[in-house]
Nanobody, 125 residues
Framework: QVQLVQSGGGSVQAGGTLTLSCIISGYTYSIYWMAWFRQAPGNEREVVAAIYTGTGSTYYADSVKGRFTISQDNAKNTNYLQMNSLKPEDTAMYYC??????????????????WGQGTQVTVSS
């Protein structure tokens, strides 16, 4: 059973930086998809970024491109989302998500099988 445990997050002023972490356990293989989604009150959950560990390829939502970086440390079984130049509109609950290396769009939450517990990010102006 795959388990994801998140850490990081918190409150920061606009322009600041935060890093989220997601520890993956319970999966034997080193190739999989990891993604970060976020959900603000009253909004639908949306994808932020994804990485395919087999190739290291990364994907980003247009709203965070150039500001956020997703990365993977396979030795620590940990995925990171570094968030720079944060804006008030980045305020949301952030979730990491996992799926095996199957097909389907990287941006679709329905394609991810396991989820972290969520962590709040609040950006003040």
């Amino acid at each position: 059973q795959v388990q994801l445990v998140q850490s990081g997050g918190g409150s920061v002023q606009a322009g600041g930086t935060l890093t989220l972490s997601c520890i993956i356990s319970g999966y034997t293989y080193s190739i999989y998809w990891m993604a970060w989604f976020r959900q603000a009150p009253g909004n639908e959950r949306e994808v932020v970024a994804a990485i395919y560990t087999g190739t290291g390829s990364t994907y980003y939502a247009d709203s965070v491109k150039g500001r956020f970086t997703i990365s993977q440390d396979n030795a620590k079984n940990t995925n990171y989302l570094q968030m720079n130049s944060l804006k008030p509109e980045d305020t949301a609950m952030y979730y990491c998500a996992f799926r095996p290396p199957n097909g389907g769009g990287w941006y679709r939450q329905q394609n991810y099988n396991y989820w972290g517990q969520g962590t709040q990010v609040t950006v003040s102006s």
